[in-house]
């Protein structure tokens, strides 16, 4: 099956602070997702972008479909913005996902 | 619009002891369903998923099941729990299309098994 890896494992912020996170794909997928895992474990779609740029408020997102990798990018980081991102892969047409082991972002304040 | 219900929020088993996990979508019909697990750390496990009522296929050999008697329903079962039972469940639906699913999530069940 298909390999999801994202990069970094653990990444601590202060609060203001930019940062890019990081998710490379061993083979071309058709669906692209980003998730935030809040402390209490819900987890929040945030982007569905097989391909190209999005923007929501502080995030935004893009990927490089042909070259298999997509980036997460949070500006001005709020504490709020702390938890797990994790990147999600579909490999089939019907919507079966792969996800990566995610980043564990903590903004001190 | 479209929720998503999963029940218990956290559950305290023996081993030995049997299990159902249920969840129900509403605002949809014939959604996909999957039932996925995260162990302590992070990675999100899928265990089954659904295309329709009675459709189930496994990813992962083990001591759980899962069943789709209507439409909206998921349901995980296991007749005798273990201790490696113990983790984070998350049901989950998305809109079947061409590959451009949106997944969203239940709030999980934290299972424990004791």
């Known amino acids: 099956g298909i390999q999801v890896e994202q990069s970094p494992p653990d990444l601590i912020l202060q609060e203001g602070a930019n940062s890019t996170l990081r998710c490379n794909f061993s083979?071309?997928?058709?669906?692209l997702q980003w998730f935030h895992q809040n402390p209490w474990g819900q987890l929040i779609n945030l982007f569905y972008?097989?391909?190209g740029t999005k923007q929501n408020g502080r995030l935004s997102a893009t990927t490089v479909a042909t070259e298999r990798y997509s980036l997460l990018y949070i500006s001005s980081s709020q504490t709020t913005d702390s938890g797990v991102y994790f990147c999600?892969?579909?490999?089939?047409?019907?919507?079966?996902?792969?996800f990566g082991a995610g980043t564990q972002v903590v903004v001190t304040p | 619009s479209q929720t998503i219900h999963q029940w218990p929020a956290t559950l305290v088993q023996p081993v030995g002891s049997p299990l159902s996990l249920e969840c129900t979508v509403e605002?949809?019909?014939?959604?996909?369903l999957y039932w996925y697990r995260q162990a302590a750390g992070r990675g999100l496990q899928l265990l089954f998923y659904?295309?329709?009522?009675?459709?189930i296929s496994s990813e992962v050999p083990q001591n759980l099941s899962a069943s789709r008697p209507q439409d909206r329903q998921f349901i995980l079962s296991s007749k005798k729990l273990l201790l490696s039972d113990s983790g984070f469940y998350l049901c989950?639906?998305?809109?079947?299309?061409?590959?451009?699913?949106?997944?969203?999530f239940g709030s999980g069940t934290q299972l424990s098994v004791l």
């Open positions: 989950a639906w998305s809109i079947p299309g061409q590959g451009n699913e949106k997944l969203f």
């Open positions: 083979d071309s997928v058709n669906n």
């Open positions: 972008i097989p391909s």
């Open positions: 999600a892969v579909g490999e089939d047409s019907w919507g079966k996902f792969q």
């Open positions: 605002g949809t019909s014939n959604p996909n």
């Open positions: 659904s295309v329709g009522i009675g459709q």
